[in-house]
Each structure stands twice: as C-alpha cells, then as structure tokens.
C-alpha cells in the first residue's frame, strides 16, 4: 500500500446533519468557537443565540491522480474562504480580524496518521501569517509523532528566516509537567508519554529517546527528560494527561487544520478529536469501548488557554476517509475536494459526519457499520459551549 503523502514542493516561505442552513453569510463570527473569548481571558456575557458560519469551498477536479491536488486552486480555496469568513478585502487583513498579530507565535496543527493535510493548504496558511505580518521564524507546523511526520514529508527541523519550523511533542518539543487533564480512566504508559518509565534507562533506545529531546527545535526543557531517571519502580499506569508544550507555553495562537477521517476509536477524527487527542499524552485510556473519547476529548479543550488560543478550524476533506480510519485505507476514500472553514469546530463536524454516514452507507451494500454513538463527542461538545451542533444555528455558506 503506497501511503500518501502531504504534496510536493519545497515548502519554503512554508517555509519563504440534515436542515443545516444555507444562507449569506451575516459578518458575525461564532460566539460558540475556541477562540470566542474576552480579552482578559473569561466567557462573553450570554447573548441572543447566533448563527455559526462555516463557510465550505468543493471542487472534486482540485484531486488529481494519486492523491495529488492542483496546488494553486487549492491555495485559491482557503483564501477564498477565509475571505468570505472574515469579509476583508484581502488575506492578512483576514488573518488580523482573526486574532493573528505581528508578535504572536503560531502553531498550525496539521494531520499525518492516515492522509495527511496536503501542504497546498499548509502553504496557504503561511504565505497568509506572514501577509498579517508574522515573521517566517514564529510559525511552526507541527503534530504529535515524530515517525508520522516523516512519513508525510513533513519532517521535524528548526526554523530559520526562510523557513518555518516543523515540530513534533514526541519526541520534540515534549509536555509540560504543570498543566494536566485528569479524570477516573486509568490508561497504561507507553514509550512518549511523560509519566513513563523505562526499565533499562541504559539502552540505546532511551539514550535516542534523550538526544532526540535535547536536540529538537524549540527546546525540550529539563523536565521532559525526567521520566528517563527516576527509576523502574514508579507506576506504569496513570489517569493523568499532560498537555504538549506546543498549546500551553510556545504557541500564542493555533489553527487546526486536520483531515476528514473515520476513526473506530472516537467516530471521526474531525475539528474536536484530532486537535483534543494530539494535545495530551495518555489518551489511549479514554478511546475505544466504553467511552470513545466522550467526555474526554470535550475537557481536554475546555481550557482557557485552549479557548483562547485557537482561532480557526480548517477541515482538509480534499480527499476522506469513510471507515478503516485512523490509518490510510485508499479503498475507503472520496475525493471530494472540499475544505470547510470556520471558528466553530462543533459545526463542522456535526455538518461533516452525516457526510461519512452516508458513505457508509452506500459502500458494500450497506455492511459498513454506522459510526453512531462512537462519535457522541460531537454533540457532547455543544454542551461544553465549545460550539453548536443545532442544524438552525449553523450558516452553511458554499461558495461558486
């Protein structure tokens, strides 16, 4: 099986459910989104329910042969939306109405497990940072493993004045000791989760495992190299989650652009679970039966810090995936050609997942399970005011 990979070119600059409404678009950008916040950190006062934009550009002719897009009408599709999302005149303007400034430092988390976010739209989101006046060296894209990135040709290097960085938590950048998820699921540590400990801190595998740290861009303080020397008494199993350093200490701001994927796990890997579940180390306890990452994945980005910091949502649906997720399965796969944008990332994937149903569906006569209740996150989340999932509340806009 050929695993696709995020596109070609150099990345320089880049490095250099049914009923949903359709309608104009009324300017106003959700209340309901990550980064919906005051300036001083607390939740807007309650208002008259509004309406949550996501704005939706598909051209299936953008997919090419092997997974391949046509680069510069994909890079036309997310200006385009953002545009409409924004109302400006043009794309830093865009970019500057949604929170990006001069001084920030934006993390762009993208997916590389399965399909990976193809880098016409990373190279989009770069050359529109730095229209808004964000230097080359304060934009880093990034995931959670390493191993992944590589393999989706974005491997793991430092920033420069020509390039941004490309970072991964692990091993990379690593988790911060001082901000945790906690609740009553006991998971067993692995290798790359904070708390674990390696029985034989001698072998080549954790002496890697050290240099890694210490040598990957944007640091990887002390503290991340812990676990390697406290010896091999302390427990292998924990019901604590630390955040990655990328969202709590390095990134003033993200945007989270990941793929329209299936996941047997959670249900979808959409808006919600792929940026909840590549932000915390640990998660593996709280994904799969019984759970399926509900409530898990809705706490994880009810923080402050999360709230505030991401400002927008771009779903890659270029080319989805329907079922066999979160791994790459070509014979599960539509190219659509679609990119959905919106700061409401409840709203997109509660308009992406009756999308996936409905393949499902249509596949194998019918013997493809629903996703169902796996995907109870989802809904789960308009509760935690992370967005709305009400077909009346969200303004579908498609643009020609």
């Known amino acids: 099986m050929v695993h696709p990979r995020a596109g070609t070119g150099k990345l320089v600059h880049l490095m250099t459910r049914h009923g949903i409404k359709e309608t104009l678009l009324t300017g106003a950008l959700s209340a309901f989104a990550l980064g ?41 599709m997310v200006n385009n939306c953002l545009l409409k999302l924004t109302s400006a005149s043009d794309i830093g303007t865009a970019w500057t109405r949604l929170g990006i400034t ?50 989706a040709g974005y491997p793991p290097r430092a920033s420069d004045d020509l390039h941004v960085g490309l970072a991964a938590i692990f091993p990379g950048t690593g988790y911060d000791p001082s901000v945790v998820y906690k609740n009553e699921m006991l998971g ?113 980005l009810d923080r402050n810090f999360m709230r505030h910091k991401v400002v927008v949502h771009i779903l890659d649906a270029l080319v989805s995936q329907y079922a066999g997720g979160p791994r790459f399965d070509p014979q599960f796969t539509k190219s659509i050609g679609a990119i959905y944008v919106s700061r409401d ?30 995907a109870s996150h989802v809904h789960s989340a308009a509760s935690y005011n992370l967005g709305t999932d009400d077909p009346n509340r969200i303004q579908l806009v498609r643009l020609p």
């Open 36 to 76: 919906a916040w005051t300036q001083n950190g607390t939740v807007p006062p309650a208002s008259p329910p509004s309406l949550s934009p996501v704005i939706l550009a598909e051209n299936p002719d953008v997919v090419e042969r092997g997974f391949d897009v046509d680069s510069e009408a994909v890079r036309q």
């Open 102 to 151: 001069p001084q920030d430092v934006v993390g762009i988390k993208i997916t590389t497990m399965g399909v990976p976010t193809h880098r016409p739209i990373v190279q989009a989101i770069c050359d529109g940072l730095q229209a808004a006046g964000v230097p080359v060296s304060h934009i880093i894209v990034w995931d959670k493993m390493a191993d992944d990135m590589i393999r």
């Open 188 to 300: 067993t540590l692995i290798w790359g989760d904070y708390d674990f400990i390696r029985n034989n801190t001698n072998d080549d595998l954790a002496e890697a495992a050290r240099e890694a740290v210490k040598n990957k861009a944007f640091g990887g303080d002390e503290a991340n190299l812990d676990p390697f020397d406290m010896g091999a008494d302390a427990p292998q199993t924990s019901n604590r989650s630390y955040y990655a350093r990328l969202v709590t200490q390095i990134c003033t701001k993200i945007i989270n652009v990941p793929v329209l994927c299936d996941n047997s796990y959670i249900g979808i890997d959409g808006c919600l679970g792929s940026l909840a579940l590549a932000s915390v180390d640990n998660n593996r306890r709280f994904q799969g039966d019984p759970t399926y990452g509900d409530p898990a994945i809705c706490q994880i």
């Open 345 to 374: 990332p409840v709203a997109i994937d509660a308009l992406v997942l009756p999308r996936l149903e409905r393949w499902r569906r249509s596949d194998r006569e019918g013997r493809i399970d629903p996703i169902g209740h796996t």
